[in-house]
């Protein structure tokens, strides 16, 4: 089973740009360690290392140390890709739920996950 996906489609005024999980399926700090480690401000939000252009996100860094190694290079090439293809909206920041595949999120799709999650674990736990 997936872990549940927790994004955001907005401005990012509220979302933090490395720590949070907005872009995919994962933190930025964990998809790209090194450039993370050159981050000025740790707490810094989509909106501050961002500015937005025909509706896409352009990146705007500010680095403690420039980028020095080939490895550092390659994670800022595949981290302005990934963000040049997200499309921005200029709306209130929205968090979504989506697990499992699915497009929104539903009362009986979150019951049935959290079955599926802790009851199952329960009962293989027990032998049932």
Do not use: K, P
């Given at each position: 089973m997936t872990e549940p996906t927790i994004f955001s489609q907005s401005k990012g005024v509220t979302v933090r740009f490395w720590i949070d999980v907005w872009l995919e399926d994962y933190a930025l700090r964990d998809k790209w360690p090194l450039l993370y480690r050159l981050e000025e401000k740790k707490t810094c939000t989509v909106a501050e290392r961002t500015k937005v252009s025909s509706n896409k996100l352009m990146l705007d860094a500010d680095w403690i140390a420039k980028i020095r190694t080939t490895?550092?290079?390659?994670q800022w090439l595949q981290m302005c890709?990934?963000?040049?293809?997200?499309?921005?909206?200029?709306?209130?920041?929205?968090?979504?739920?989506?697990?499992?595949?699915?497009?929104?999120?539903?009362v009986k799709g979150t019951v049935?996950?959290?079955?599926?999650?802790?009851?199952?674990?329960v009962e293989r736990r027990n032998g049932i």
């Open positions: 490895d550092e290079l390659m890709a990934a963000i040049n293809r997200c499309e921005v909206s200029m709306g209130q920041d929205c968090w979504t739920w989506v697990a499992e595949g699915q497009t929104e999120c539903t049935d996950l959290l079955l599926q999650r802790f009851v199952g674990s």
